[in-house]
């Protein structure tokens, strides 16, 4: 074998093992067709679509937005 496949092979075995590594300490999280949406089968199904806080967005700051709006604030009560 020349050098280029040898380099080509160890490259991808570093890349594996790099992968791996930042898999298992929790870096790198990958997901496999399991959807991170708050949809009515997710998380949040218990509550109504108006309480559900948006994808990416922290409870504790969903809970102040929920708060300064008369219509939602009923919606705290799901996050006690």
Same mark, same amino acid.
């Given at each position: 074998?020349?050098? $280029? @496949? $040898?380099?080509?092979?160890? *490259?991808? %075995? /570093?890349? &594996?093992? !790099? !992968?791996? &590594?930042?898999? *298992? !300490?929790? /870096?790198? $999280? !990958? #997901?496999?067709? +399991?959807?991170?949406? #708050?949809?009515?089968?997710?998380?949040? *199904? #218990?509550?109504?679509? +108006?309480?559900?806080?948006?994808?990416?967005?922290? /409870? /504790? *700051?969903? $809970?102040?937005? %929920? @708060?300064?709006?008369a219509d939602t604030q009923e919606c705290l009560k799901y996050f006690n």
């Amino acid at each position: 074998m020349e050098i $280029k @496949g $040898k380099v080509i092979i160890y *490259s991808i %075995l /570093i890349a &594996l093992v !790099l !992968l791996l &590594l930042l898999v *298992s !300490l929790g /870096i790198v $999280k !990958l #997901n496999f067709g +399991k959807s991170t949406e #708050n949809t009515a089968s997710g998380e949040y *199904s #218990n509550i109504p679509e +108006k309480c559900r806080p948006p994808s990416g967005e922290s /409870i /504790i *700051s969903w $809970k102040e937005h %929920l @708060g300064h709006h008369a219509d939602t604030q009923e919606c705290l009560k799901y996050f006690n």
